[in-house]
């Protein structure tokens, strides 16, 4: 049976005055914020950083010395590549920029176990994408790793939690794949790693689990910074309010809890961007140890159309002023893409992603497995049923 549209429209009517009562405090919201930013903008970096409490005890961000160098008033830093007013022109800049430097990037999917088997087991699986940007200097390879019952238990508790323990298992396999890249001796070029997400566990509560996506990310900071490569995380939409975590401290008020920084900061032209902040986050970085300072972010008009995107990075680009070449890199990336994303991020997520066509042959690989191996391994009769008439 269909979605009934005359249920759907009943049901929304009956919520009618909480969605309105939503958008009047997101209003709210989003009008002190854009008036305490207009502010914020005539202070110096100095200024700023001392309102804030300095960087230890600052809350959202801070800034960096780019903050003095951005036009004043302006919460953006202008992009003149000076390219023409053509695609073809655009993509002749892009290739003049990505020209002696090499790409990484890593996606993954992801393979939950199913109730409907009378056996547990989830799967993994990672795509690097690897571009010299010169004729066959490219490469892609896949990691696809089997996650038993065995593995899908928490550690100390013995809790069944498979749907986070197979999240952590993409997340670290990811993670690492970089970390691995990263790491390469051999490498003679320019380097830019590319994450396709955040460098901030902000998302994890469980404690078990999170010291492990901390130490994960925290490998791979140490080793950007070690080897002098840096990793960018592109996050595409991005939920974060570190600005305006900022922005209300400044004048002692409530950060905000429903506008994001994409939503107040100001349009911007194409390609314009943010000057870098480090973050300074109060939930999402207290166990990063030493690097619980050592993230850093912009937001870069990505994209005509949509939100600014969300690059973090480590605070050692910003000090060893690279900021402005990773961040040409991501643009040349998105203008070989042609849609506001990273064309290597998403040549990696085309090479991991697994259909449902992918699922289904994977279960029935593992029932092939199991009968050849006398494992008592089978559909629920409910789940074949379905299977048969859809």
Same mark, same amino acid.
């Given at each position: 049976?269909?979605?009934?549209?005359?249920?759907?429209?009943?049901?929304?009517e009956?919520?009618?005055d909480?969605?309105?009562?939503?958008?009047?405090?997101?209003?709210?919201?989003?009008?002190?914020?854009?008036?305490?930013? +207009?502010?914020? !903008?005539?202070?110096?970096?100095? %200024?700023?950083?001392?309102? /804030?409490? $300095?960087?230890?005890?600052?809350?959202?961000?801070?800034?960096?010395?780019?903050?003095d160098?951005?036009?004043?008033?302006?919460?953006?830093?202008?992009?003149?590549?000076?390219a023409?007013?053509?695609?073809?022109?655009?993509?002749?800049?892009?290739?003049?920029?990505?020209?002696?430097?090499?790409?990484?990037?890593?996606? $993954?999917?992801?393979?939950?176990?199913?109730?409907?088997?009378?056996?547990?087991?989830?799967?993994?699986?990672?795509g690097?994408?690897?571009? $010299? =940007?010169?004729?066959?200097?490219?490469s892609?390879? /896949?990691?696809?790793?089997?996650?038993?019952?065995?593995?899908?238990?928490?550690?100390?508790?013995?809790?069944?939690?498979?749907?986070?323990l197979?999240?952590? !298992?993409?997340?670290?396999?990811?993670?690492?794949? &970089?970390?691995?890249?990263?790491?390469?001796?051999?490498?003679?070029?320019? !380097?830019?790693?590319?994450?396709? $997400?955040?460098?901030?566990?902000?998302?994890?509560?469980?404690?078990?689990?999170?010291?492990?996506?901390?130490?994960?990310?925290?490998?791979? /900071?140490?080793?950007?910074?070690? =080897?002098?490569?840096?990793?960018?995380?592109?996050?595409?939409?991005?939920?974060?309010?570190?600005?305006?975590?900022?922005?209300?401290?400044?004048?002692?008020?409530?950060?905000?809890?429903r506008?994001?920084?994409?939503?107040? &900061?100001?349009?911007?032209?194409?390609?314009?961007?943010?000057?870098?902040?480090?973050?300074?986050?109060?939930?999402?970085?207290?166990?990063?140890?030493? =690097?619980?300072?050592?993230?850093?972010?912009?937001? /870069? !008009?990505?994209? +005509?159309?949509?939100?600014?995107?969300?690059?973090?990075?480590?605070?050692?680009?910003?000090?060893?002023?690279?900021?402005?070449?990773?961040?040409?890199?991501?643009?040349?990336?998105?203008?070989?893409?042609?849609?506001?994303?990273?064309?290597? %991020?998403?040549?990696?997520?085309?090479?991991?992603?697994?259909?449902?066509?992918?699922?289904?042959?994977? =279960?029935?690989?593992?029932?092939?497995?199991?009968?050849?191996?006398?494992?008592?391994?089978?559909?629920?009769?409910?789940?074949?049923?379905?299977?048969?008439?859809?």
């Amino acid at each position: 049976m269909t979605l009934s549209r005359t249920k759907v429209i009943e049901a929304l009517e009956s919520r009618r005055d909480d969605f309105l009562t939503l958008d009047q405090a997101f209003a709210r919201e989003l009008g002190d914020l854009r008036r305490g930013s +207009s502010a914020l !903008r005539s202070l110096t970096a100095a %200024a700023l950083g001392d309102a /804030l409490g $300095g960087l230890d005890e600052a809350e959202g961000a801070f800034p960096t010395h780019e903050w003095d160098t951005t036009p004043d008033g302006s919460w953006w830093r202008p992009f003149a590549a000076g390219a023409g007013d053509t695609h073809e022109s655009w993509r002749a800049w892009a290739m003049r920029t990505l020209t002696g430097v090499t790409t990484c990037a890593v996606d $993954g999917s992801q393979i939950y176990p199913s109730p409907d088997w009378s056996i547990d087991v989830g799967a993994v699986q990672v795509g690097r994408f690897v571009n $010299g =940007h010169a004729k066959d200097a490219y490469s892609k390879d /896949l990691q696809f790793e089997a996650i038993p019952a065995t593995d899908l238990f928490d550690a100390q508790s013995q809790d069944y939690r498979p749907r986070e323990l197979v999240d952590l !298992r993409r997340f670290e396999t990811e993670c690492a794949a &970089l970390t691995e890249w990263i790491e390469d001796a051999d490498a003679d070029s320019a !380097r830019l790693a590319i994450f396709d $997400g955040s460098l901030i566990a902000s998302f994890v509560t469980n404690p078990t689990y999170r010291a492990r996506y901390v130490a994960a990310v925290v490998r791979l /900071l140490e080793a950007s910074q070690a =080897h002098a490569v840096p990793v960018v995380g592109y996050i595409d939409a991005s939920r974060a309010r570190d600005l305006g975590a900022m922005a209300a401290a400044v004048r002692n008020l409530e950060p905000p809890r429903r506008v994001t920084d994409g939503v107040w &900061l100001p349009r911007a032209p194409w390609g314009a961007r943010t000057p870098a902040f480090i973050s300074a986050r109060s939930k999402g970085l207290e166990d990063y140890g030493a =690097h619980e300072r050592s993230v850093a972010f912009v937001y /870069l !008009r990505a994209s +005509s159309r949509r939100r600014p995107a969300r690059l973090e990075f480590p605070r050692w680009v910003v000090e060893a002023d690279r900021t402005e070449w990773m961040t040409d890199v991501v643009r040349a990336e998105i203008v070989a893409q042609a849609d506001g994303y990273p064309y290597a %991020a998403e040549t990696a997520d085309a090479l991991a992603v697994l259909t449902q066509a992918d699922r289904d042959r994977f =279960h029935a690989l593992f029932q092939e497995f199991a009968d050849r191996h006398g494992l008592d391994a089978y559909l629920s009769g409910k789940s074949a049923s379905k299977r048969r008439r859809r």
